[in-house]
């Protein structure tokens, strides 16, 4: 299953990845709009640090998920390929998901009151975050193929 993935030492908090994934779940999908709207669409992918160390949230798509478990109305659930889906018509704010999460990766969502996650923009060949990263940051693949990419980070520091 392919998933987003976090290299913090190629991190340099430059927020792209947030700016990106605001402007897609944004109504205008505008980048210069989508920081002005009100309510202000929240970016699925978050980061958070300082002194150049940084974190990112963002659905881990577990294999036994605790969203999906503590989720009463259906909202969560496991998609064909294996991937943690929300379906926000099925939501009814209750917002057990968020409070479960251990990733903080899903948030309430201002534009429409119900819980969100990032669905990994499925609808794209990369996810948008993936791309607007330029330091390569985030990676969007297998695990097999995440070892591989962060195999030549492990070779430079030795």
């Not at 150049?52 to 659905?59: E, F, L, W």
């Given at each position: 299953?392919?998933?987003?993935?976090?290299?913090?030492?190629?991190?340099n908090g430059?927020?792209?990845?947030?700016?990106?994934?605001?402007?897609?779940?944004?109504?205008?999908?505008?980048?210069?709009?989508?920081?002005?709207?009100?309510?202000?669409?929240?970016p699925h992918?978050?980061?958070?640090?300082?002194?150049?160390?940084?974190?990112?949230?963002?659905?881990?798509?577990?294999?036994?998920?605790?969203?999906?478990?503590?989720?009463?109305?259906?909202?969560?659930?496991?998609?064909?390929?294996?991937?943690?889906?929300?379906?926000?018509?099925?939501?009814?704010?209750?917002?057990?998901?968020?409070?479960?999460?251990?990733?903080?990766?899903?948030?309430?969502?201002?534009?429409?009151?119900?819980?969100?996650?990032?669905?990994?923009?499925?609808?794209?060949?990369?996810?948008?975050?993936?791309?607007?990263?330029?330091?390569?940051?985030?990676?969007?693949?297998?695990?097999?193929?995440?070892?591989?990419?962060?195999?030549?980070?492990?070779?430079?520091?030795?």
């Open positions: 299953m392919r998933k987003i993935y976090f290299i913090p030492e190629r991190c430059c927020l792209a990845c947030e700016q990106v994934c605001r402007q897609k779940q944004s109504q205008t999908q505008s980048l210069f709009n989508s920081k002005t709207e009100t309510p202000l669409a929240k992918i978050r980061v958070s640090g300082a002194d150049g160390r940084y974190s990112v949230s963002v659905c881990q798509n577990c294999v036994h998920a605790s969203c999906v478990e503590a989720c009463m109305a259906g909202a969560l659930s496991y998609s064909v390929s294996g991937h943690v889906s929300h379906d926000a018509r099925q939501c009814v704010s209750c917002y057990m998901c968020v409070m479960v999460c251990p990733f903080a990766a899903i948030a309430p969502q201002l534009t429409t009151g119900k819980a969100g996650k990032c669905q990994l923009c499925l609808d794209e060949e990369q996810p948008p975050c993936i791309l607007a990263c330029s330091r390569k940051a985030l990676f969007f693949g297998t695990a097999a193929e995440y070892e591989k990419e962060i195999e030549g980070d492990r070779l430079c520091i030795m």
